[in-house]
């Protein structure tokens, strides 16, 4: 695999970065995951102002323009050959060779890093066929998850635990209501409306979200942003996630309840299809 570091395409085994880089002493580091079907880039823009913003943030410097990050990601798409996968972008703060909390001199270079991942079946998993099965559990993550960073153990020791548990995933419970999963954000569906968490510094603005609260709406279903309890969605008719690698992604079990008849519901399913042909009708 062909992958990019800083200015660079490189095997990666030869792809290399400074063991003081905050990215790896500090978690000091923004991320996007980027799609790829038919080998294009789906919602490209998207995931560029919301990196911009993360890096705004955290007083980043932006490593490269978007015009330069989007070839970037086309030249890995195509050296790689990826027809279906993802591409992972990662900005750090880099290092001036040394350990310390105080920020290293504003003129210090950001580090790039990006490579990609094939996913032959990203479009049809079996997973979005069978539906996912849900634990809930606390979020005690810090409160700023509105910035995507690489702090990413909490959520990983949640997807071990939903694991464990013979699950899917984690959907994260914060003062009595549900935040998010562990990389998705969590709806459920009743009498026919659509409930989500609003947005606010609780959640990550998920760019699949924002997509598919559109095209729930131009379908002239009924969408509500709320806060919810995990009780309302156990006892909803459907519920499902977004996230730019898995789309909508329904949901079956939640906590050992079962949802409706135990499949994926119809409006899960039908906002999965409307969503996919967009991507694909949109991606570049
Ligand atoms: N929430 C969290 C915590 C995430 O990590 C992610 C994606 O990685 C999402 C939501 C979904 O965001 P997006 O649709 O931009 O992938």
């Known amino acids: 695999r ?13 792809a290399k970065v400074s063991i003081f880089d905050r990215g790896f002493l500090m978690a000091d580091a923004v991320y996007e995951v980027t799609s790829v079907l038919d080998g294009k880039l789906i ?13 705004d ?30 591409v992972y972008l990662q900005v750090t703060r880099g ?21 990609t991942q094939s996913k032959p079946s990203l479009a049809d998993s079996p997973e979005s066929k069978r539906g996912a099965k ?13 910035i995507k960073t690489v702090q990413l153990l909490y959520p990983s020791m949640g997807k071990m635990m939903a694991k464990k548990a013979g699950c899917d995933d984690a959907w994260m419970i914060e003062d009595g209501y549900v935040t998010e999963g ?27 979200r924002k997509a598919v609260l559109r095209l729930a709406q131009e379908a002239q279903m009924e969408v509500e942003e ?35 008849d135990g499949t994926p519901g119809p409006i899960a399913r039908r906002l999965r299809e409307i969503y996919l042909d ?3 009708k949109t991606a570049i």
């Open 95 to 115: 290092s001036d060779g040394d350990r310390d909390f105080v920020f290293p001199a504003a003129d210090t270079p950001p580090s790039l890093v990006l490579f």
């Open 43 to 55: 919602d490209f823009d998207g995931h560029a102002v919301r990196l911009k913003r993360s890096l």
């Open 226 to 260: 709320r806060l919810f309890t995990i009780d309302e969605a156990k006892t909803a008719d459907e519920a499902f996630t977004t996230s730019a690698s898995a789309f909508v992604m329904p949901v079956v079990e939640i906590d050992g309840a079962t949802l409706g």
């Open 2 to 14: 062909t992958v990019y570091v800083n200015g660079e395409y490189l095997p990666e085994t030869e």
């Open 134 to 146: 849900i634990i809930s559990i606390e979020d005690i993550r810090w409160g700023r998850r509105d």
């Open 182 to 208: 562990t990389s998705n954000n969590a709806y459920f569906v009743k009498n026919g409306k659509i409930v989500t968490r609003p947005l606010s510094n609780d959640i990550l603005h998920g760019i699949t």
């Open 278 to 280: 967009e991507a694909r």
């Open 57 to 86: 943030e955290l007083e980043m410097a932006e490593p490269c323009s978007q015009q330069e990050l989007l070839e970037i990601h086309r030249k890995l798409v195509d050296l790689n050959g990826i027809v279906a996968g993802l």
